[in-house]
């Protein structure tokens, strides 16, 4: 994969801000379903205890918490879609960055705070406030200028990295659900 340039990067900024803010699509849903494996669904189930179900969020646990068990407020990770347009290409390279949904939706700080929710499919989403940032596997597959870009001032703002949420009424989602601020 061709890492792209801080230029380049910069150059996509305009696209992600266009992301629609009330209503978008959910674009892609991938279930982590051991350290570095990546399963694409098109459906999934978004559970109270689990997250989205066959994800290993729970069995995993977090760095995060004092007893290393998995951190609620990190239970789903979502990405806006068109950051990965631009930093990894074809949906297919998109599971790499390691989020479960990946949306073509405004996650900017502006437009989703803590406490935001979404609607996707017939399940809710609360976006927490624990921060969403790029790290070492970030860069490997991505580039030392995507990581930059992601942990700039900007790229936190924008939540170009991603955010954290937890899931607040279970339900199904499925790949093409609008995605929508209550």
Same mark, same amino acid.
């Given at each position: 994969m061709t890492h792209r340039t801080i230029e380049e990067l910069e150059a996509g900024l305009a696209q992600i801000r266009n992301a629609p803010s009330e209503n978008g699509t959910l674009r892609l849903i991938v279930a982590r379903t051991a350290?570095? !494996?990546?399963?694409?669904? !098109?459906?999934? !189930?978004?559970?109270?205890?689990s997250g989205l179900a %066959?994800?290993?969020?729970? +069995?995993? %646990?977090?760095?995060?918490? #004092?007893?290393?068990? +998995?951190?609620?407020?990190?239970?789903?990770?979502?990405? &806006?879609?068109?950051?990965?347009d631009l930093i990894a290409g074809p949906t297919q390279e998109w599971p790499a960055a390691g989020d479960q949904l990946y949306a073509d939706f405004d996650?900017? !700080?502006? &437009? +989703?705070?803590?406490?935001?929710?979404?609607?996707?499919?017939?399940?809710?989403? #609360?976006?927490?406030?624990a921060p969403h940032m790029g790290c070492g596997k970030f860069k490997v597959r991505y580039g030392h200028d995507a990581l930059r870009w992601v942990n700039s001032e900007a790229g936190v703002a924008l939540k170009l990295r991603g955010i954290n949420a937890r899931v607040i009424?279970? %339900?199904?989602?499925?790949?093409?659900?609008?995605?929508?601020?209550?």
């Amino acid at each position: 994969m061709t890492h792209r340039t801080i230029e380049e990067l910069e150059a996509g900024l305009a696209q992600i801000r266009n992301a629609p803010s009330e209503n978008g699509t959910l674009r892609l849903i991938v279930a982590r379903t051991a350290v570095d !494996e990546r399963e694409i669904v !098109e459906q999934g !189930e978004l559970t109270l205890e689990s997250g989205l179900a %066959g994800d290993n969020w729970l +069995a995993r %646990g977090d760095r995060h918490t #004092e007893d290393g068990s +998995a951190d609620p407020l990190r239970q789903v990770t979502i990405m &806006n879609s068109r950051v990965l347009d631009l930093i990894a290409g074809p949906t297919q390279e998109w599971p790499a960055a390691g989020d479960q949904l990946y949306a073509d939706f405004d996650i900017s !700080e502006t &437009n +989703a705070p803590a406490g935001t929710r979404l609607k996707i499919g017939n399940a809710t989403l #609360e976006v927490t406030t624990a921060p969403h940032m790029g790290c070492g596997k970030f860069k490997v597959r991505y580039g030392h200028d995507a990581l930059r870009w992601v942990n700039s001032e900007a790229g936190v703002a924008l939540k170009l990295r991603g955010i954290n949420a937890r899931v607040i009424h279970p %339900g199904t989602i499925q790949t093409g659900d609008p995605i929508a601020k209550l």
